[in-house]
């Protein structure tokens, strides 16, 4: 069998197994000298479980088809569990177990010495921690002044329905295109109140706020992944422009594109799937609650005094730590400034920083100085590093001079907010650990490796079929990092989705993990199925172009939602 291009169906499948930031680059340098020659790897040799003795992990041998121990044991455990940050210290635990040959007490406490420290030393992911808190300390003070109420009090003149809610949602999710992390945390926790005022489940915000995110990030021309397809084209040197290359791929890249166009079909049938079409997950009245009256109040007093005209409407106090005190002024002011702050800082920090670093460039490889070369240059972790703590310094302003708060409770306030993302802080160096150990036992390789070696040629007619043109190239990454978007909406390890919503309290949304995983798995599937069945299969068999195919595959999706929906 010609083994080019069998990632074109098959990785949709398996990469969901860990999600986008454990298995995606690992799986596309594996399979890179696929892309650009032919030839085949040996299939990696299994290792009989009872041979692993001794400590000596740079002794640990080919581990085969038991490199998949880790990743399964993480997804079995959480789904079982139903306790992420176990499961995840379940998942490394094995992994270290097979890197160290059965030596369980070395293999646990290199669980927490090397991968649990090794995951938060690395620089992206302290940048990562370090926006993450300083943004849960901002929402924080924003809720203590009362700016969260206001805003929702606001919004609610224009948003006067759950549909038209999402839809304010998905606006805000298409402005912040560039970033999947920034998409997800910026548009969940400045929306949250006020979908929440209008009766909408945290479950439909946080499947709105995390297929959005991900998706517009890995198929905008400006966005990051774009940059990192094109390096690694330029790496393995398949293509003459690389960055041309990775922007034709969006095309063929069925499985996001799909999943997109499944959340505006199944507003405009008002039907869902799977666990959404219960009665609890559809819109509702709001339950009576302090804040909820205080909003009702807000609306009620003069909702152009929630804007923070006019002395405003005050708090009834309420007895969390983070709920305004009594007599408190509802300002909207209060969070509209902290929140645009960071977007605005978010989008010119990844501005100056991208600009910096393409001036930087020697001349011979330097691009023009345009918008698409200096987001694929930038660095988004540093702006949001600068954002969410100019949004803090802002918020923190602005209480003070208002005389919202005292000193000290601002500072309370914003330490509290802390706290709320400990959580999902500490399951993200977990499933960051993990990663680390998936890679160390050699999943990825060896899911590679075994695939090329192992498929039929019967099972996939496209790779039967398929020859060795610029367009199957682009078919064949864009099918691959489509399942790497697969993987990175469904699994409940993966960074997004842990961002979106962690076990207890979700940092974005405020909905449970596993309740979060149960409402957009059908979606996601339901997209993946179409996207092989009508995309993948028939483009790569030449029975219809991948244009051809997005329309076919949205009228299949269209109807299927009508039909089995909800």
């Not at 032919?38 to 009989?48: E, I, R």
């Not at 090794?118 to 992911?125: G, I, K, S, T």
């Not at 918020?395 to 959580?423: I, R, Y």
């Not at 029975?543 to 009228?555: D, K, R």
Request: include cysteine; charged fraction near 15%.
């Amino acid at each position: 069998m010609r083994p080019k291009h069998w990632l074109c169906a098959a990785t949709l499948c398996f990469s969901a197994a860990a999600g986008e930031a454990a298995l995606r680059p690992p799986l596309l340098r594996a399979v890179a000298p696929a892309l650009t020659r032919d030839g085949t790897l040996a299939a990696p040799a299994s290792v009989p479980l009872w041979r692993l003795r001794g400590g000596d992990a740079a002794a640990a041998p080919n581990l085969g088809w038991l490199s998949l121990i880790p990743p399964v044991v993480a997804l079995s455990a959480s789904v079982a569990l139903r306790q992420v940050i176990l499961a995840l210290l379940l998942g490394v635990w094995s992994g270290a177990l097979l890197v160290h040959r059965g030596n369980g007490l070395l293999a646990a406490a290199r669980t927490f010495d090397s991968y649990f420290v090794d995951a938060l030393a690395e620089r992206e992911h302290a940048g990562v921690v370090l926006f993450t808190l300083l943004l849960g300390g901002t929402i924080g003070l924003v809720q203590k002044a009362g700016g969260g109420l206001a805003l929702a009090a606001l919004l609610r003149r224009f948003m006067t329905s759950a549909r038209s809610g999402l839809g304010a949602c998905g606006a805000l999710c298409s402005l912040i295109f560039f970033d999947d992390y920034s998409s997800v945390l910026i548009v969940g926790t400045s929306m949250r109140e006020a979908i929440a005022a209008l009766g909408v489940p945290s479950e439909r915000l946080a499947l709105l706020v995390h297929t959005m995110g991900v998706v517009l990030a890995s198929v905008s021309p400006a966005g990051l992944q774009i940059g990192y397809v094109g390096a690694l084209l330029k790496q393995i040197g398949a293509v003459d422009d690389p960055f041309l290359a990775a922007v034709s791929s969006v095309r063929y890249r069925f499985f996001p594109l799909l999943a997109l166009a499944a959340l505006p079909l199944s507003i405009l049938l008002q039907k869902d799937l799977g666990p959404l079409g219960r009665p609890e997950f559809k819109p509702r009245q709001p339950r009576s609650s302090p804040r909820r009256t205080a909003e009702r109040r807000a609306q009620g007093q003069g909702e152009g005094r929630a804007e923070g005209q006019g002395e405003g409407a005050v708090a009834e106090g309420g007895p969390g730590p983070l709920d305004p005190k009594a007599g408190t002024p509802l300002r909207a002011v209060n969070a509209l400034l902290p929140f645009g702050t960071i977007v605005l800082a978010t989008f010119g920090g990844m501005l100056a920083d991208g600009a910096a670093k393409v001036r930087s460039l020697p001349d011979a490889s330097r691009p023009p100085l345009s918008l698409v070369s200096i987001l694929s240059h930038s660095d988004s972790i540093t702006a949001l590093i600068w954002a969410s703590a100019a949004g803090w310094l802002s918020a923190l302003g602005l209480v003070l001079a208002q005389g919202a708060l005292a000193l000290d409770e601002a500072m309370a306030a914003w330490a509290e907010g802390l706290k709320e993302v400990l959580e999902p802080m500490l399951v993200l160096l977990l499933a960051w650990a993990l990663g680390a150990v998936i890679a160390d036992v050699g999943t990825a390789t060896f899911l590679a490796r075994s695939l090329r070696e192992g498929l039929p040629r019967w099972s996939l007619p496209p790779i039967a079929l398929g020859g060795g043109s610029r367009e199957y190239l682009l078919h064949c990454i864009g099918s691959c990092l489509g399942g790497a978007t697969f993987g990175n909406i469904c699994s409940p390890i993966s960074d997004t989705t842990i961002l979106t919503a962690p076990a207890a309290e979700v940092l974005a949304s405020r909905c449970d993990l596993q309740a979060h995983v149960a409402t957009i798995t059908p979606y996601a599937l339901l997209a993946a199925a179409t996207a092989l069945l009508f995309g993948s299969v028939p483009v790569g068999l030449g029975l219809y172009g991948p244009l051809a195919a997005l329309a076919v595959g949205v009228a299949a999706m269209g109807a299927a939602i009508a039909v089995f929906g909800t």
